[in-house]
């Protein structure tokens, strides 16, 4: 009688024979990507790998999927690592991925383009964000290996031609899983307590794999929030990084940086030379233009004879003085004239202009001026007044 199975010793004896076939077990498998999803709360990918006629679903656990370097997309051709394995639940054959690449496109020139075009559609390349480098920087801040090749260049260059130039290093490894960290935290803290003006991020030479750390989001990222300018200078001048789009400024080496960044000393002690020369004549020059207008101002008017105004015063003094007097003497003649006129008038209105004409004033014992005979008696003492002197008198009579 045949063997009757249950359906989990059927699943489990399926999933041993497949474990026991070597070829079966990390194994390589090309196909397209679809219905890919990123379980994001739990960092595993699932998808569906396919050809022209088949198709084989796939697992790719966390701690394999933070190692791929490209981010995996629907109709994406690839070549995946695993194993295969019976899903006992669905009772389902699937590929347990280890390790992903594209089909025919290497994985870390993918990643670079997608990061690239990524962070293109964010703004961060913008020309417009970038900063310009100082001319003439205090400090130069630098963010590199603090044992590699490119410290030394950097230095070099920046003793030859600026002596005593200031310099700081932020040390950071510029290779491996830690450099982008790393280098993010550098840039970081000289922004925080660096004091410089300028900060080269760089290293030397070397593969894809060595500059990768320059590359990555975090990287491209902490370089754009920098407020202090950046020069990327990463590898050599044919090697180019996510870096060097979202520097202020892309050097081909640590070396050219450094040129860029430092001014040479003694350029700039010719040119403040220049410059005092240039300033020293055109102050002659000025002073010179100054003088001779000061010369034209003193022969004119004034200035060429100080005591001419107050000459010019004093005669204007005298001519004011000597219409004064004569406006005076004119008032006083036309006001005697009009007094005159007035007293002759006045004098023919007196009373003693009157007595002059041979008339009298009569004034009784009290001194009231006498106009009728009814304000006298007989014998009462009477005075008269008369144009020259005055008399005493009784009154002996009256009459009408």
């Not at 960290?181 to 970081?188: F, G, L, P, R, W």
């Not at 410089?196 to 070397?206: A, L, M, T």
């Not at 180019?240 to 001014?263: C, M, N, Q």
């Not at 007094?339 to 007196?350: C, F, I, N, T």
Request: net charge positive.
């Amino acid at each position: 009688m045949p063997k009757i199975w249950t359906v989990s010793e059927l699943v489990g004896r399926i999933g041993q024979v497949l474990q026991e076939r070597t070829e079966l077990q990390n194994c390589w498998i090309s196909g397209e990507l679809s219905n890919f999803k990123n379980h994001r709360a739990s960092g595993h990918w699932y998808f569906t790998l396919k050809d022209e006629s088949s198709s084989l679903k796939g697992v790719m656990f966390k701690s394999r999927s933070e190692r791929v370097r490209f981010i995996p997309s629907d109709g994406l051709k690839v070549l995946i690592r695993g194993n295969i394995r019976m899903y006992d639940r669905d009772g389902t054959i699937q590929l347990y991925g280890e390790e992903m690449e594209p089909s025919g496109l290497g994985q870390l020139y993918l990643a670079f383009e997608q990061l690239k075009k990524k962070l293109a559609e964010e703004g961060l390349f913008d020309p417009l964000r970038k900063k310009s480098i100082p001319r003439l920087p205090r400090r130069i801040g630098i963010v590199t290996s603090p044992t590699g090749a490119a410290i030394r260049d950097i230095i070099n260059i920046i003793e030859r031609r600026h002596p005593g130039m200031s310099w700081i290093l932020a040390p950071a490894a510029v290779q491996g899983e830690a450099a982008p960290h790393e280098v993010a935290q550098a840039i970081a803290r000289l922004n925080r307590h660096g004091d410089v003006d300028v900060i080269i991020v760089g290293r030397g030479g070397g593969s894809l794999e060595e500059l990768w750390a320059f590359n990555t989001d975090i990287v491209a990222r902490a370089i754009s929030a920098s407020v202090i300018p950046i020069i990327s200078a990463v590898g050599h001048e044919t090697d180019v990084t996510i870096s060097d789009y979202v520097a202020d400024l892309r050097a081909p080496t640590p070396s050219a940086a450094a040129e860029l960044a430092v001014p040479i000393l003694i350029d700039l002690q010719l040119q403040v030379a220049q410059l005092r020369v240039r300033l020293t004549g055109a102050m002659g020059t000025l002073i010179e233009r100054k003088r001779q207008y000061v010369e034209g101002i003193a022969n004119k008017g004034p200035l060429r004879d100080p005591f001419w105004r107050i000459d010019q015063s004093r005669q204007r003094l005298d001519a004011l003085q000597m219409r004064l007097q004569e406006g005076m003497t004119r008032f006083v003649i036309d006001k005697n004239g009009i007094l005159k006129l007035l007293a002759a008038k006045l004098d023919l209105l007196s009373p003693l202009a009157i007595l002059g004409r041979g008339y009298s004033l009569t004034y009784n014992a009290e001194g009231l001026l006498l106009r009728s005979v009814s304000q006298v008696a007989v014998d009462e003492q009477i005075r008269i007044r008369l144009g020259e002197g005055s008399l005493h008198c009784r009154v002996l009579e009256k009459g009408n």
